[in-house]
């Protein structure tokens, strides 16, 4: 997994990292321990997959404070 931080602090984009060969190509797209080493919360209470028509939206993101505050995985 490759995390690139953005500007917000405590997010980052992440870009799966391919092992490819002859059958295709396999990827992780979550880790424990690399969640932790980023300092995120490597506990995942949902997993959630969104499809938007229009270019542009953006689904599944809203800031909470602590203690309501969770760590979100959207693809």
């Known amino acids: 997994m490759i ?3 953005t ?4 997010s980052f984009l992440i ?7 002859s ?4 990827a992780r797209a979550f880790c424990q321990n690399e969640f932790e080493s980023h300092g ?3 506990i995942i209470a949902q997993a959630n997959v969104a499809f938007n ?3 542009g939206t953006l689904r599944g993101m809203h800031f909470q404070f602590p203690p309501a505050a969770e ?5």
């Open 3 to 5: 995390f690139t931080e």
């Open 7 to 10: 500007k917000l602090k405590g």
């Open 15 to 21: 870009d799966i990292e391919r092992r490819e060969d």
């Open 23 to 26: 059958r295709g190509f396999f």
């Open 40 to 42: 995120l919360k490597p």
């Open 53 to 55: 028509r229009q270019k």
């Open 71 to 75: 760590t979100k995985l959207v693809r």
